[in-house]
T-cell receptor, first 110, second 114 residues
Framework: DAKTTQPNSMESNEEEPVHLPCNHS???????IHWYRQLPSQGPEYVIH???SNVNNRMASLAIAEDRKSSTLILHRATLRDAAVYYC???????????FGQGTRLTINP | DAGVIQSPRHEVTEMGQEVTLRCKPI?????LFWYRQTMMRGLELLIY????????DSGMPEDRFSAKMPNASFSTLKIQPSEPRDSAVYFC????????????FGPGTRLLVL
């Protein structure tokens, strides 16, 4: 499985945008970039995914570099409820496995 | 929709005892996954099923672990005999079909083996 690298932790303030980086220099052409997050004492939840183009949904935006070797998850206006561990995962098209790394622990200050 | 349901939510048992964890996937979902989360190893996939058939059990740590899916709405993960190193949070997840983009996770079962 192709590997991703994320900072161990990040901190931001409430109501400010948050940019969570992910490096995946060994990504293959058929790998999708998935983001999940895990709130305290809960199971992981899907956030967003993309292949080449930037993606937006109600939770977040995903910006993918032109060479696809890195991506950024953008929370446009963080709230205290966004405090969680965020996982960036590469998943081959059609594959079922999710291979979780250590993720980034995001702290939101009031 | 009730989401993925797991029971029990917490389990404390003694070494050597049998432990059975239960999962009810989202209705209509055809794929089911069992994960384990520990501080040391993070989140690991143990096994997954498509249409009630085990597809990949390469993540099951050893023969003490077994998983079954007798029908589309129920799965069990059994540990016999349990050991203290099995202490972890066990998550069940389901997805609509094989290769579906999104997995939906349950709240987890926190297992402590004394």
């Amino acid at each position: 499985d192709a590997k991703t690298t994320q900072p161990n932790s990040m901190e931001s303030n409430e109501e400010e945008p948050v940019h969570l980086p992910c490096n995946h220099s060994t990504i293959s052409g058929t790998d999708y970039i998935h983001w999940y997050r895990q709130l305290p004492s809960q199971g992981p939840e899907y956030v967003i995914h993309g292949l080449t183009s930037n993606v937006n949904n109600r939770m977040a935006s995903l910006a993918i570099a032109e060479d696809r070797k890195s991506s950024t998850l953008i929370l446009h206006r963080a709230t205290l409820r966004d405090a969680a561990v965020y996982y960036c995962i590469l998943r081959e098209q059609g594959a079922q496995k999710l291979v979780f790394g250590q993720g980034t622990r995001l702290t939101i200050n009031p | 929709d009730a989401g993925v349901i797991q029971s029990p939510r917490h389990e404390v048992t003694e070494m050597g005892q049998e432990v059975t964890l239960r999962c009810k996937p989202i209705s209509g979902h055809n794929s089911l996954f069992w994960y384990r989360q520990t501080m040391m190893r993070g989140l690991e996939l143990l096994i997954y099923f498509n249409n009630n058939v085990p597809i990949d059990d390469s993540g099951m740590p050893e023969d003490r672990f077994s998983a079954k899916m007798p029908n589309a709405s129920f799965s069990t993960l059994k540990i016999q005999p349990s050991e203290p190193r099995d202490s972890a949070v066990y998550f069940c997840a389901s997805s609509l079909m094989a290769g579906a983009e999104t997995q939906y996770f349950g709240p987890g079962t926190r297992l402590l083996v004394l």
